[in-house]
């Protein structure tokens, strides 16, 4: 909208320099104006940008891309030295469980009743690459904390999804309270982290999707996943 405006403005100027000549400002006009609308961004077809998700996660760069970041973190998180409460924050949904096929599904939208729906099936499975990293932890003698953004009436299904796949050890699971629904993500987990050191936590790493997963203080090792499905601001 604003290069609109300056080419309104450039023009207006054409037309008093060569009022004399209206042959020539109308050929400039009309030139200007196709220019203007050649350099306009490109946009790409809807239906081509999800063939080009599904393609990402369907054909192993997705699994290649997530294993070396894994590798990568357990690497970091072997030099920590421990102390009696150090803790790795871990986010739930698309690290620690894998709602992706359910996504494709209805297409890569999003409508919060189907979501709900989806949740409260408690059929995600684990992220295998993620559930090998808390399994290091675990034997390394870091706590494991989870903090998602999901809502408190979805903790009893988030707690019968995470234990059918696994994730059977953790000090606690942390929903957001009927007050917190309308936090943005990173004041939220920031928010929580800096409770979770006042109870006298060490926080040494956090892993998460997304980049609000780990803003702020107390994240220790960040460790991102790639996320291409959705992104939570």
Known sequence: MNSFKLFLSHTNILAVRLWRNSHLYLHLSIS??????????????????????TKYYESGQY????????????????KVDLVS????VFD?????????KEIKRIGYGYESKYWDEWLEKAEAPAIPQVKQLYDFLLQKGFKIIFITGKKDYQYNATLKNMKSVGYMEFDTIITRSKDE????????KSQK????????YVIAGCVGDQ???????????????????????
């Open 32 to 53: 200007l104006t196709v220019f203007q609308l050649s350099c306009s961004p490109a946009l790409v077809n809807l239906d081509t940008a999800k063939d080009e998700v």
């Open 63 to 78: 699994v290649k891309e997530l294993t070396e970041i894994i590798n990568d973190a357990k690497d970091k998180f072997s």
């Open 85 to 88: 409460n150090s803790a790795v």
């Open 92 to 100: 739930i949904d698309e690290t620690a469980l894998d709602n992706y």
């Open 181 to 188: 629904y309308k936090i943005k993500s990173a004041q939220y």
């Open 193 to 200: 982290r800096k409770e979770l050191v006042e109870k006298g």
């Open 211 to 233: 980049l609000t997963d780990c803003e702020g203080e107390n994240c220790g090792i960040v460790v991102k996943l790639p996320n291409y499905l959705y992104l939570v601001e």
